[in-house]
């Protein structure tokens, strides 16, 4: 049976790390505080918020909500992210993405009025940019950033193993590789186009699925002494939780997969329970800056 990598055990011990920074920073005159950016009232945006405002009280870092209505103007939108560029009390902003329709052609250019000191979920081309390089020009995305966490914690050692990473996309695989690579792994990315990606991944010691489909990562895929960071989050229609059937699932085909390897961590209940600590940490992190 399989360890499973549980994300209360990871966010316990990261909050009470970030209530003492807090308490540090505030003793040297500095609040950290969070503005939420949200463009109408879209369900998942408000999950997610709520999430974040729950988590930032308990930590103790202040937050504020700017809510633009949905059908907001590019220049309205752009003025309010200018505005909170320029406001020093705040450290880290969110802005809800995918932007609603009518401005999703203009999504990279609004997105990149946000200052990269300030961009906590990777939102900018500079943020991205300091993932690749390794300088601290913004923030990582929470979700990759999230996985290193969890390897950190239970003292999963990257240096010198194997590494493959299922997908590419920018949010996760690419970043998620790029980090993989600082903590010394040698790193492998796999898409949709790999051949044979169950022979290469059955090779790795450390595996990051990010493909976004359910069941695909199945026995076939893996061996005894592996470790499996399983970061999507499927809707299952066949899954049986203790509200009937349908659930949340990762990946991996857990009964098959959970069996054979060292470590894994579950969906939910894994990787997703870290991400908004994530960005707390960014936060706490950005006010932490403003000091030198």
């Known amino acids: 049976m399989a360890k499973q990598l549980l994300a209360k055990e990871v966010t316990a011990a990261m909050v009470e790390k970030l209530q003492a920074k807090v308490a540090e920073l505030k003793g040297k005159g500095v609040s950290p505080k969070l503005g939420i950016i949200r463009c109408?009232?879209?369900p998942s945006d408000l999950s997610y918020e709520r999430g974040a405002l729950k988590r930032a009280e308990e930590v103790g870092i202040e937050?504020?909500?700017f809510v633009l209505p949905e059908d907001v103007s590019k220049e309205d939108l752009i003025a309010k992210i200018e505005a909170v560029?320029?406001?020093?009390s705040i450290h880290g902003v969110l802005l809800f993405r995918p932007l609603p329709a009518h401005l999703k052609a203009d999504q990279d250019e609004i997105c990149n009025r946000l200052k990269a000191e300030k961009d906590?979920?990777?939102m900018t081309d500079l943020s991205n940019s300091g993932v690749f390089t390794g300088k601290k020009l913004g923030f990582a995305p929470c979700t990759p950033q999230a996985c290193m966490e969890i390897l950190d914690y239970y003292g999963i050692d990257c240096k010198g193993k194997n590494?493959?990473?299922i997908g590419r996309s920018l949010v996760v695989g690419k970043p998620a590789a790029m980090m993989l690579l600082a903590?010394?792994?040698t790193v492998t990315v796999c898409h949709t186009k790999t051949q044979n990606i169950a022979e290469v991944a059955k090779n790795a010691d450390i595996i990051v699925s990010a493909a976004g489909v359910l069941k695909s990562l199945t026995k076939d895929f893996v061996r005894p002494g592996q470790v499996v960071i399983d970061v999507s989050m499927n809707?299952?229609?066949e899954k049986v939780t203790s509200k009937g059937k349908g659930g949340m699932a990762g990946d991996a085909v857990f009964a098959e997969v959970e069996p054979i390897v060292d470590a894994i961590t579950p969906v939910p209940g894994g990787v997703?329970?870290?991400t908004n600590v994530v960005l707390i940490s960014h936060v706490v992190e950005a006010a932490e800056r403003t000091l030198g």
Not at 85 to 88: K, T
């Open 85 to 88: 560029n320029e406001d020093s």
């Open 163 to 165: 590494a493959v990473v």
């Open 183 to 185: 903590k010394n792994a």
């Open 63 to 65: 937050t504020e909500v």
């Open 235 to 237: 809707w299952d229609p």
């Open 272 to 274: 997703g329970g870290v």
């Open 120 to 122: 906590i979920d990777c």
């Open 40 to 42: 109408g009232e879209n």
